[in-house]
Every structure is written in C-alpha cells, then in structure tokens.
C-alpha cells in the first residue's frame, strides 16, 4: 500500500534551520510530482512547494520562496525540504502529499516543527 513517512522535524530557534524527509513506498515514486504542505490547529492545509518529477520544476508558496527549497531523490524515493531562516509563522505540522498541489490522494502523518525564540 502506498505509504509516506516524513520525519526531520523538530524545535528550532528563528533564523535556524532544518531539514524534513518524506520516504516514500507503494508506488512508483519516479512518476509522481510531490507537494509540501503545513497546518496549524484550527486553519486548513496551506500549500508550501511542489515539485515535478525530474525536479525540473518547483514551485514555492510566497511565504517561504526564498527560504525553503524543495528537491527529490529518485533512486532513493525520498522528497526533502530544506528550511532555513526560520520564522515561528512556520510552525506548523508539516506533510509529504503525492501529486501536486493540495488535491492528493494520499499524504504521510506529517511531522511537527516547531520555531520559538
């Protein structure tokens, strides 16, 4: 079955860095976009990166362009999220969603990061 394990999440203090993982299994990763999103309690899922199959294209929510990059690793069916400068506006519990943008079928059980000073 399709399965989708982030991890990499954490505390970090603002200006900090961290860097998230999505392994993903079930399915044939390499054709598949794969899309970044957040929530916070209460507020619905945001949208934070997507990027294409060969990495060819990504594309970055304004929040965090600049901040976050998103990459792919095929042979190893692992997508990250570099963050850096962090703000505690991204706290958040972060998911790994297969396909692009906010329509998915499927998305892991995400991974909390947490930014305080």
């Known amino acids: 079955q399709v399965q989708l394990v982030e991890s990499g999440g954490g505390l970090a203090q603002p200006g900090g860095s961290l860097r998230l993982s999505c392994v993903a299994s079930g399915f044939p990763f390499k054709y598949y976009a794969m899309t970044w999103a957040r929530q916070v309690p209460g507020k619905s899922l945001e949208w934070v990166s997507t990027?294409?199959?060969?990495?060819?294209?990504?594309s970055y929510a304004d929040s965090v362009k600049g901040r976050f990059t998103i990459s792919r690793d095929n042979a190893k069916d692992t997508v990250y999220l570099q963050m850096n400068s962090l703000k505690p506006a991204d706290t958040a519990l972060y998911y790994c969603?297969?396909?692009?943008?906010?329509?998915?079928?499927?998305r892991g059980q995400g991974t909390q990061v947490t930014v305080f000073p």
């Open positions: 990027i294409s199959v060969d990495d060819s294209d990504t």
């Open positions: 969603l297969r396909g692009r943008g906010l329509s998915y079928e499927y």
